[in-house]
């Protein structure tokens, strides 16, 4: 009897556990910036209601995220990370929160749109 009621319970414990990422996708896209302390920003410029995961890998200056787009939309995303001073291909930062960044932050801007 014990045997069985640990057996409901472990399965139970497990099925729990391993809970579908219901409506969330993930998409990748390119924001400028140059260091650690971009990183940070960038980041938690993404880290808003309806983002599961948000990463910017320096390197390849790619932002991953993983998000739920009926809680937040992607060019929202977008223009977060703008409204912090980075620009992305959809979203250009506004040159006054541009100028503000440190100056190791300040990377070289593409062609505006």
């Known amino acids: 009897m014990k045997t069985l009621f640990f057996s409901i319970l472990t399965i139970a414990a497990f099925s729990f556990s391993f809970k579908p990422d219901t409506g969330n996708i993930t998409e990748k896209f390119k924001v400028y910036g140059n260091c650690g302390m971009c990183k940070e920003r960038i980041e938690?410029?993404?880290?808003?209601?309806?983002?599961?995961?948000a990463y910017w890998d320096k390197e390849t200056e790619m932002a991953t995220v993983k998000f739920n787009p009926s809680v937040v939309s992607l060019i929202q995303l977008h223009k977060n990370v703008a409204a912090v001073g980075h620009d992305t291909d959809l979203e250009k930062a506004d040159?006054?929160?541009?100028?503000?960044?440190?100056s190791c932050c300040q990377y070289a801007r593409p062609d505006k749109k």
Request: glycine content about 6%.
């Open 44 to 53: 938690k410029a993404l880290m808003v209601k309806g983002v599961k995961y």
């Open 95 to 102: 040159d006054a929160v541009y100028a503000n960044l440190h």
